[in-house]
Nanobody
Framework: QVKLLESGGGLVQAGDSLRVSCAAS????????MGWFRRAPGKDREFVAS????????RYADSVADRFIISRESAGYTTYLQMNRVKPDDTAVYFC????????????WGQGTEVTVSS
């Protein structure tokens, strides 16, 4: 079983920076990618960013590509989402996800960390 624990959410002002983290534990051997998703109030969950352990491929949603940076630890299974120049539209619960395949829907999910951006 894989457990994902997010941390680092909070209240920030528009234009500020914030970093959220996700640490994976349990049966993580062979994990191939981790990602971040978010669910804004009243909206569906949406993809934010992902990173692969093989070749370090990073993907971003268009809405964050020029502001957010996903990264990972070189050892272990921890990923970070550096959020720069945040906007009120970035207000959401941010979820960490992980999988053991190169593509397809993520299977393992964290409980989420809340990020609120005030204007």
């Amino acid at each position: 079983q894989v457990k994902l624990l997010e941390s680092g959410g909070g209240l920030v002002q528009a234009g500020d920076s914030l970093r959220v983290s996700c640490a994976a534990s349990g049966s993580t051997n062979g994990m191939t990618r981790m990602g971040w998703f978010r669910r804004a109030p009243g909206k569906d969950r949406e993809f934010v960013a992902s990173i692969s352990w093989i070749r370090d491929i990073k993907r971003y949603a268009d809405s964050v590509a020029d502001r957010f940076i996903i990264s990972r630890e070189s050892a272990g299974y921890t990923t970070y989402l550096q959020m720069n120049r945040v906007k009120p539209d970035d207000t959401a619960v941010y979820f960490c996800a992980a999988d053991f395949r190169a593509s397809g829907n993520f299977v393992h999910w964290g409980q989420g960390t809340e990020v609120t951006v005030s204007s």
